[in-house]
């Protein structure tokens, strides 16, 4: 008989009598859409030059209260049975709203920059990606939402090879004054978060070649492989390249790990030509106004992205920076942002507020003006982002938050080991490759509202317990 509560009907007391297979199969779908929504939504603003991309943060607060709610379902059904990396990320928030109170802006600090949208409540929105991903309970739930992540990348990459080879659709048809790349940005908002995207989707894809069964799904990955590696080169970014060596580095391993023929390990080669190709496209002559294949992390981040596409940040200050040195640009924006924390150390800037501390025309500015873009951009030498996710956690949020996000890490990490060692599926070999390119990836790159969502859910199912249907 089912479960009721007082005089209630059964369908209004479904939370009750839901079956761990019906809640898994509402998981895998509230996770599917957590990689799909901020790029659907991001559309419209590609399209529509006039409408911010503060629109974007609509798509993850569709996919983040889908979630919100499935987790406090899965509390409620006491699903949720990895304590110590919940009760990490739980003190992470409330550190955060600690550092929110003390942050220059309240609003800012709970919403997010505008365009930016990673406030403490796009934080909130992971936790619930995190727990609903930890209480999935059937393998098949698990294998949807990895191959959501391959999909998503597909559908990043088709918008990317319009930008690639029109120009169109894109804020990085130029990623400096007469420097024309014909960036790919897909629907990431940045070639710098396509890339990271790209990284999950393509060490996705080359496992699932070598470890599927079916002659149809490899050939599918090996296809998807391709296309990622392709795009992902024309992203022009340091992410980039160390995202396709990772998926490699993974391909390899789990080759010799699981006891798939080994002449599987030919499926690396679906990254490796692609990428090739493209070096010699560009060379050649035929993407753009360049003849050589190089990287251009500085433009990218400093100049098409923060300053020129939301306001985010001053323009560069070439007496300080050298904007084609990667080098350069990353110690430049890693001893800065240090600096910031040792200011503020405890409690940081306020989430998204890394530029504030910075700013330095017109006196005492006030961020709560809505002209605050304006001011920002003519604030020379200021930045918004720090592409080591590490450093940006300590600087906007404090050390504490710091540390929390490192002991997530390290239980996750160590219980996906020992996940590994019990049974080591398919699923649990995927997502731990995922899982450790994804933090590797933190330290050349910062979150954001695209590539976070996924990174949060594979986070979860690394430590979840699904049962084989």
Known sequence: ?????????????????????????????????????????????EFVDKLS??????????????????????????????????????????????????????????????????????????????????????????????????????????????QVFTGKLSHYRFVFLKIKTCSASGLAQSPIFLAMVLSLSLTASLIMS?????????????????????????????VGIVGIILGIISAVAVVFISDCPKIRIISILSAIVPAVISVIIVNAGLIGDISSYKLYDGYTLWWADSYMRISASGDYDKDKVNISDISDVYKYLNNKTVDIIRKYPLT????????????????????????????????????????????YTAATRGIPSLIALLFIFGSVLVSGFRKIKKSPTDTTVCTFMMFVCGIIIFFISCGNITFSPVFWSIAGLLICSPKKE
């Not at 499935?70 to 003190?91: D, E, H, S, T």
């Not at 619930?128 to 990348?153: D, L, M, P, Q, Y």
């Open 1 to 45: 008989m089912s479960k009721q509560l007082f005089n209630t009907t059964e369908k209004s007391n479904f939370i009750l009598n839901m079956t761990e297979e019906k809640y898994s199969q509402l998981a895998s779908f509230g996770l599917s859409a957590a990689c799909f929504t901020t790029a659907l939504f991001a559309v419209i603003p």
């Open 53 to 162: 991309y503060s629109i974007v943060s609509g798509g993850l607060a569709v996919s983040g209260v889908i979630c919100m709610i499935l987790a406090l379902i899965a509390i409620m059904k006491k699903y949720v049975k990895r304590i110590f990396p919940v009760c990490a990320f739980g003190a992470m928030i409330l550190w955060g709203v600690i550092s929110l109170i003390n942050s220059y802006s309240v609003s800012v600090s709970f919403y997010g920059f505008s365009g930016r949208g990673e406030g403490l409540l796009a934080i909130i929105f992971y936790f619930g990606f995190f727990i609903t991903a930890i209480s999935v309970k059937r393998e098949k739930a698990v294998n949807i939402i990895i191959n959501s992540v391959i999909a998503s990348g597909l559908f990043h990459s088709v918008f990317a090879l319009i």
């Open 210 to 238: 070598i470890t599927t069964k079916s002659k149809k799904k490899r050939i599918f990955y090996i296809i998807s492989s391709c296309i990622f590696s392709f795009v992902m080169m024309f992203t022009y970014s340091l």
């Open 348 to 391: 940081g800037t306020g989430p998204e507020q890394l530029v504030y501390p910075q700013l330095y025309t017109y006196g005492n500015v006030d961020p709560e003006l809505n002209d605050i873009n304006e001011i920002v951009s003519v604030n020379y030498g200021t930045f918004d982002k720090v592409y080591n996710e590490y450093l």
